[in-house]
């Protein structure tokens, strides 16, 4: 895809309060994250098990609401979505405080939040993603999509920084009004986006149950977005296994203290930056097909570095191998998202969202417990060892399919709405896929 010679998409003011809106968001995030576990084990002296269960209630949440989501989206105006539902995360992210001051904080109270955090950020990320080709146009989806990247790798290097600091100082209970601000921020931001998107008229709205099977099979039938999505679960699944024992090798056998741990966790912050940097630059020189193979391929082998780290001066260049992770990570995602947004039609883009994080998010947790039980049984340095070869060998998926020589992004042919009814030429929704079938070739 070459590159737009405009000076860039930051100097129009509808994309520029995206990224505005998307930082704000971004950082009370990063602040809920840090912050709301601290709440269970500070606040209300919660075990291990409840600290785990919290942490899945936002998976499980967003896992519970991912694919009608995408259904949803696709029926209603994408700032509208983006605003509601940043609203209502800061209203029950302001619960927490309020019931901790008021003496009514319990843990149940916090999984609850956890769960419904986790549905509206499902929501809200389907209308995100959708919103991008809406404001930016088809041409321009590598640069918006690089610097929205960019936006949030800053917040996740600055987002923990600030989020420490804020802890130590208000206590976890009140750090999270910050989080709630950020997200009631993100909210007042979005409304200020003028250019409105044409709403799906009555007619072309399919029931909420046809518009999911339609989303999964418009991703299942098609070679490209198929290709993302086992790449992605591939790579998501052994992400979670090396993840799990990183957190263990880290402090028991490099000697870590929390700060060391920061300051490399801080580093992967960094290499995801420049790869949103320059993910743009790398996509018009090899094609946003290649780029989506190459970059696992050519970024996680160094990862190996970490499980034959000592301690010494071998652990900051065992870093140096993670943060070349986040790079290729983002730079893959930024190509990925492109091509996925340029290849969806207007009217799929909220289910095309919703069902590929699905499929990918769905192997997040099998990771995690493959990780902890490899590490029971092998020990942290070999599972690091089994993740790496995992992650590396995520490219295969993306090689075998039409990616591999993908130059350009290709273009969508919009279907139009479907009509109710079954004809000769099958179902309405085979009818859809045909059709964006052919327009594909």
């Not at 998107?197 to 339609?214: I, T």
């Not at 993302?228 to 591939?234: C, E, N, R, S, Y």
């Not at 992770?325 to 990925?336: D, E, I, N, Y």
Request: hydrophobic residues 50%.
């Amino acid at each position: 895809m070459p590159s737009s010679p405009r000076p860039g998409l930051v100097r129009d003011p509808d994309f520029g309060r995206l990224l505005a809106a998307t930082a704000a968001g971004q950082l009370g995030d990063r602040i809920m994250f840090l912050a709301l576990p601290l709440v269970a084990v500070a606040a209300l002296d919660a075990d291990e098990l409840h600290v785990g269960l919290l942490t899945a209630m936002v998976t499980t949440g967003s896992l519970l609401a991912g694919l009608p989501a995408g259904a949803w989206v696709d029926r209603m105006p994408k700032r509208t979505v983006m605003i509601s539902t940043d609203l209502v995360r800061a209203l029950a992210l302001a619960t927490i405080p309020i019931a901790w001051w008021a003496g009514l904080l319990t843990v149940g109270w916090l999984l609850a939040v956890a769960l419904v955090h986790g549905a509206l950020t499902a929501v809200f990320d389907a209308a995100h993603v959708s919103c991008v080709p809406h404001l930016v146009g088809r041409e321009d989806l590598v640069e918006g999509n690089a610097k929205i990247s960019a936006v949030r790798s800053v917040t996740s290097i600055g987002g923990p920084a600030l989020a420490g600091p804020l802890v130590g100082w208000a206590g976890p209970p009140a750090a999270l009004l910050a989080s709630s601000l950020g997200m009631a921020v993100s909210g007042v931001l979005a409304t200020g986006i003028r250019k409105r998107e044409r709403r799906p008229e009555p007619a072309g709205r399919p029931p909420l149950l046809r518009g999911v099977k339609e989303g999964l099979t418009f991703v299942l039938t098609s070679p490209v977005l198929r290709a993302t999505v086992l790449g992605d679960a591939f790579f998501l699944v052994f992400l979670a296994v090396y993840q799990a024992m990183l957190l263990v090798l880290l402090p028991r056998e490099l000697g870590l203290d929390s700060a060391g741990i920061g300051l490399v966790l801080s580093g992967m912050g960094c290499g995801a930056l420049v790869g949103a940097l320059c993910a743009r630059r790398l996509s018009a020189r090899f094609g946003p097909g290649p780029v989506c193979w190459l970059a696992p391929l050519v970024t996680c082998p160094p990862t190996v570095l970490m499980p034959l780290a000592h301690p010494g001066w071998t652990v900051p260049v065992a870093a140096v191998g993670l943060a070349a992770l986040s790079l290729g990570g983002v730079v893959r995602v930024v190509a990925q998202s492109s091509v996925q947004q340029a290849l969806t039609p207007a009217g799929m883009l909220g289910r095309m969202s919703a069902t590929t994080r699905f499929l990918s998010g769905c192997g997040l947790p099998v990771g995690a417990v493959l990780g902890g039980a490899a590490g029971a049984a092998l020990g942290a340095r070999t599972t690091l060892w089994i993740g790496a070869v995992g992650m590396t060998l995520s490219f295969v998926p993306g090689f075998a399919s039409p990616l591999r020589t993908m130059r350009r992004a290709p273009e969508a042919e919009d279907p139009g709405p479907a009509r109710p009814g079954p004809t000769r030429d099958g179902p309405p929704a085979r009818r859809l896929v045909r059709r964006w079938r052919t327009g594909r070739q």
